[in-house]
């Protein structure tokens, strides 16, 4: 039977990702026993204390275990805690790291990622989040590679999944690791789970990367969101606000975590999903009037940063063809 200990940390914690993942590993219990075979998963809701009270009191889960009482685990959950509670509970990182020292694999959950990232072990891995903290995630472990567009990401024992519900794709995933695929699919249609998802990439929003100090950036920041016809280039740029092209470029990955070619090509991208998702006018004259003149560039560009073609995208979000 695999010991699985799932984090109940103090502060801004997000329940349905403790309550989620409980239930799919217990319902893989009773679907095993249905079947005439054991239970797999031991389950523990491990706390640093015997309470944790959420949105403002209206709800409360009582841990069945604290944390020095546990000394060997096989699996540990962490579950999405908001980075500004991380401070509360960095009680649990030393014992996280011990435990995967003596052999448990770790698995975050949407935000839960930036508390795993605090243990030091997703040096060498990649790691998924919550699209709208990736800007976030980037400033505080710029050395960590993110990849904000995959729904479960799997490497030395370490799993970390996108944000929001996809949470449950990724414990699907380690169901299946641990029981089988015949378990996994019957909880995906169980619980109603696309169990094929696996990218957040269609659902992340571009609302522009602001939160700096950098002035001259912003500015630009504000130029080019106002130009998105033009064919803006960065010598034009560095040139417009008086600033050397090296320069320009430096301050501007620094400040917004994107090249300015790369934050050019989000926000067209952006405007051009909002025109997909509520005009009617056609693709290729959403393509002309942000500034794109070769189809094949607009396509490829449109599917590297959504997932889905121009088409695709229309047909999933258009709400009169959808009607």
Not at 93 to 112: F, H, T
Request: aromatic share 10%; net charge positive.
């Amino acid at each position: 039977m695999k010991h699985v200990s799932i984090l109940v940390p103090q502060g801004d914690l997000i329940l349905s990702t403790v309550v989620g993942t409980y239930k799919i590993f217990n319902a893989a219990n009773i679907y095993l026993e249905n079947n005439g075979k054991k239970a797999k998963f031991k389950l523990h809701l491990v706390g640093i204390e015997k309470e944790t009270t959420l949105y403002d009191g209206l709800f409360s889960i009582h841990p069945n275990a604290l944390l020095n009482e546990i000394q060997k685990t096989d699996l540990i959950i962490i579950p999405a805690i908001q980075p500004n509670s991380l401070s509360l509970n960095l009680e649990f990182i030393p014992w996280i790291n011990e435990q995967y020292k003596q052999g448990a694999e770790v698995a975050s959950l949407c935000v839960g990622s930036f508390l795993l990232a605090c243990t030091g072990l997703l040096k060498d891995n990649e790691c998924s989040t919550h699209w709208i903290a990736a800007d976030a995630f980037k400033k505080q472990f710029p050395h960590i590679k993110l990849v904000t567009d995959k729904i479960v990401t799997d490497k030395n024992g370490i799993y970390t999944s996108g944000g929001a519900y996809s949470f449950l794709n990724l414990i699907l995933y380690l169901v299946e690791k641990n029981c089988g695929r015949d378990v996994s699919l019957y909880l995906s249609k169980l619980f109603e789970i696309d169990i094929n998802r696996n990218s957040q990439a269609p659902f992340i929003l571009f609302n522009g990367q602001k939160d700096h100090e950098d002035e001259t950036i912003k500015k630009a920041q504000i130029y080019m969101e106002s130009n998105l016809g033009e064919k803006i280039s960065v010598e034009h740029l560095a040139n417009l606000f008086a600033v050397s092209k090296r320069n320009f470029e430096r301050r501007f990955k620094k400040a917004t975590t994107n090249t300015p070619v790369e934050y050019l090509q989000r926000i067209k991208i952006e405007s051009a999903k909002k025109s997909l998702e509520k005009g009617r006018e056609n693709i290729n004259e959403i393509m002309y009037s942000l500034g794109y003149s070769d189809s094949k560039s607009f396509r490829t560009t449109f599917k590297k940063i959504t997932g889905l073609s121009p088409l695709e995208y229309k047909k999933k979000y258009n709400r009169e063809l959808l009607n």
